[in-house]
């Protein structure tokens, strides 16, 4: 779980997936490449919400955090919202992978808990924010 929730750092199992459907599908690669750089401005808006929410991320007595913590905010998760955002932007691209999409973004927010990273109310505030990110840079393209 340490591993799979590592790649979701900053977005980046998203971003290399979109970069790799500009790779594969040179026709529509505008549209990948702008699916890619919606993870970072996804990112971006989200660390916004962190900064107004304050919310410092849980303390378990007796039981260390595993993983890596970038900041001392959790509220909402950036790790479901870039995976969400993702999720949905490359649904919009290739379709026939939206179910296995959003499973890789569910268990990437569900890895933020299980690791003790988030709380449960962080990551669907994750989720939320990042399909809603994700369905307007759909629709702006």
């Known amino acids: ?18 970069l790799a459907g500009a790779l594969v599908d040179p026709p529509r690669r505008r549209k990948w490449l702008r699916a890619a750089a919606g993870v970072p401005l996804t990112l971006a808006a989200n660390r916004g919400l962190k900064e107004l929410a304050r919310r410092e991320r849980p303390l378990l007595e007796g039981l260390d955090p595993t993983g890596k913590l970038p900041t001392s905010l959790s509220f909402p998760s950036a790790h479901a919202a870039t995976s969400f955002a993702g999720a949905t932007q490359i649904a919009a691209l290739a379709p026939a992978l939206r179910p296995h999409l959003y499973a890789a973004a569910a268990l990437m927010a569900f890895s933020r808990p299980y690791l003790g990273l988030h709380y ?22």
Do not use: F, K
Request: glycine share 18%; proline share 2%; net charge neutral.
């Open 1 to 18: 779980m340490v591993a799979y929730t590592w790649t979701g750092e900053w977005g980046g199992l998203w971003i290399g997936a979109a």
């Open 120 to 141: 449960p109310s962080d990551v669907l505030a994750g989720a939320v924010v990042g399909t809603l990110a994700g369905a307007v840079l759909v629709r702006m393209r």
